[in-house]
Nanobody, 120 residues
Framework: QVQLVESGGDLVQPGGSLRLSCAASRFTFSSYYMSWVRQAPGKGPEWVSTVNAGGTMTRYADSVKGRFTISRDNAKNTLYLQMNSLKPEDTALYYC?????????????WGQGTQVTVSS
């Protein structure tokens, strides 16, 4: 069974930074596009970013462009999200998800999520 385990969420002040990690196992991580998706309280899921299988192409939601960076280490089977200049509106449960296709926004597996709270 595919496993995705997120970590790194925390309470941080506005303007601060966090790096999220997603440890993947039980599948060939290097063969899949991977994404970060977040869900704020009372709202639906919001796509954040996607990286291709090789880590050479990335896409970002307009709301995070220029502040967040997605990356991956295929040797370590790990996906990352570096988040800088955090804003209160970035508060959400952040999930990593495995994509079904290239930038398809269709996901077949999700992690359990890691909480990011941006507040003074």
């Amino acid at each position: 069974q595919v496993q995705l385990v997120e970590s790194g969420g925390d309470l941080v002040q506005p303007g601060g930074s966090l790096r999220l990690s997603c440890a993947a196992s039980r599948f060939t991580f290097s063969s899949y596009y991977m994404s970060w998706v977040r869900q704020a309280p009372g709202k639906g899921p919001e796509w954040v970013s996607t990286v291709n299988a090789g880590g050479t192409m990335t896409r970002y939601a307009d709301s995070v462009k220029g502040r967040f960076t997605i990356s991956r280490d295929n040797a370590k089977n790990t996906l990352y999200l570096q988040m800088n200049s955090l804003k209160p509106e970035d508060t959400a449960l952040y999930y990593c998800a495995r994509e079904l296709g290239a930038f398809s926004s269709d996901y077949d597996y999700w992690g359990q999520g890691t909480q990011v709270t941006v507040s003074s």
